[in-house]
């Protein structure tokens, strides 16, 4: 993976990359398998100010973790329909990962650092997971859209359990969002 990064200008920790792009940090991750004998590729777009506005504080970690991205993506979903998987015992899966990140990640990475594309990529996901849904509602309060803002987290406060409930609601208060009621 070096081979195919560290000239697009991608750092490594371990078995992971960063590489920013103005304050957007694009993070690629090798995962294991548990039982060790086979690796993925995760990819994601990192907005530091996003996840500020998101979670009221901003990430200190020096190299950001796949998990804490905005928009994130398997390999095997940016290549087709299904998750993709290497053998660590194929010789040839260096040279197929180093060719699946020409090909899918380093053009989803890329293109992911709009915000207009964040928001829509968002929006088809954000349907099922809470999480995706906060940042949707964060992409449309930084570009003007405060009523779509609230409309997010309103419904998300509505259809959400524990936790994801207090969050939704927490980041409607700093949002400015006001209930129907009056409240906020």
């Known amino acids: 993976m070096d081979r195919v990064l560290a000239p697009a200008g991608f750092t490594r920790t371990g078995l992971l990359w960063n590489r920013t792009f103005d304050s957007i940090v ?95 990529t968002l929006e088809k996901i954000a349907t099922r997971y809470p999480l995706p849904r906060l940042y949707l509602a964060a992409l449309k309060h930084r570009r003007g859209d405060v009523q779509g803002a609230c409309a997010v987290l309103l419904e998300l406060q509505e259809r959400a359990l524990g936790g994801w409930r207090d969050k939704a609601a927490d980041l409607a208060s700093r949002l400015g969002c006001v209930r129907e009621s009056g409240k906020r």
């Open 26 to 120: 694009e993070v690629i991750d090798l995962q294991v398998s548990k039982a060790g004998d086979s690796v993925t590729v995760n990819a994601g777009v990192f907005d530091p100010d996003l996840h500020a506005q998101v979670w009221g504080q901003r990430l200190q970690d020096a190299m950001v973790e796949e998990p804490f991205c905005v928009v994130r993506s398997r390999i095997g979903l940016l290549a087709g329909d299904r998750d993709l998987w290497w053998s660590v015992e194929d010789p040839e899966a260096a040279n197929r990962i180093g060719e699946a990140l020409t090909r899918y990640v380093l053009p989803f990475l890329l293109d992911s650092r709009s915000p207009v594309v964040m928001e829509r």
